[in-house]
């Protein structure tokens, strides 16, 4: 007894998808390319590690340039003009010329150093002076100075402004330019020095 012959319907069924499975193979549309998954983390990663990497970057230029810009801010301010103290009434009185170099009148009044700031140590020796020459240079080209004894036969050279982050603040950075500037001028007058081996002290206190 033979087996009955499929219907139409069952046979174009079939047909199709016959078809079906052959059109991917000539055509190639609807194939699908698959990766691995751990593949797929890492161009993900990746992709994230660039987006972090240029996100740092373009922050830190722009800190630094920022931190110049600062600096520069600083530099074209008007720098005041630092004058010497008033003379005492007896030192001014009748027939009496304040004297053009007096390390006295230089050296008077109080340390004005604040515990726990950085100075700029400019130059000590023994030779007061040559010290007290340039300290007069200083505060002509307007930088605020003074003077202290390190020991008994040596005295420095410091200027007043002090910093708690000199290497990091762009005021810092600037009063060591303009001590750069002086150093220059001081050096072509004459002096032993153009002032850049002056380094940042911190003080402790009295």
Not at 19 to 24: I, M, R
Not at 109 to 127: C, E, F, I, K, T
Not at 139 to 149: D, I
């Amino acid at each position: 007894m033979t087996s009955p012959r499929p219907g139409l319907y069952e046979a174009l069924l079939k047909r199709r998808a016959e078809q079906a499975a052959e059109l991917p193979g000539k055509s190639g549309a609807g194939s699908v390319i698959r990766f691995p998954k751990g593949l797929v983390y890492v161009f993900a990663l990746l992709w994230v590690a660039t987006l972090i990497f240029a996100w740092g970057l373009g922050r830190g230029s722009g800190r630094e340039q920022g931190f110049e810009e600062a600096v520069q801010a600083i530099q074209t301010e008007s720098i005041p003009q630092v004058s010497p103290p008033p003379l005492s009434p007896e030192a001014s009185g009748p027939g009496r010329f304040p004297p053009e170099s007096s390390s006295s009148t230089l050296r008077s009044g109080s340390d004005p150093r604040q515990a726990g700031l950085n100075y700029l140590v400019v130059q000590s020796g023994s030779n007061q002076k040559a010290l007290s020459e340039l300290l007069e240079h200083l505060r002509g080209e307007g930088l605020a100075a003074f003077m202290t004894s390190a020991t008994i036969s040596s005295s420095r050279v410091l200027l007043s402004e002090g910093y708690s982050a000199p290497n990091s603040d762009p005021r810092a950075v600037a009063l060591r330019d303009r001590l750069h500037r002086a150093g220059a001028a001081w050096k072509a007058s004459g002096g032993d020095s153009d002032l850049t081996d002056a380094y940042w002290e911190k003080f402790n206190g009295p």
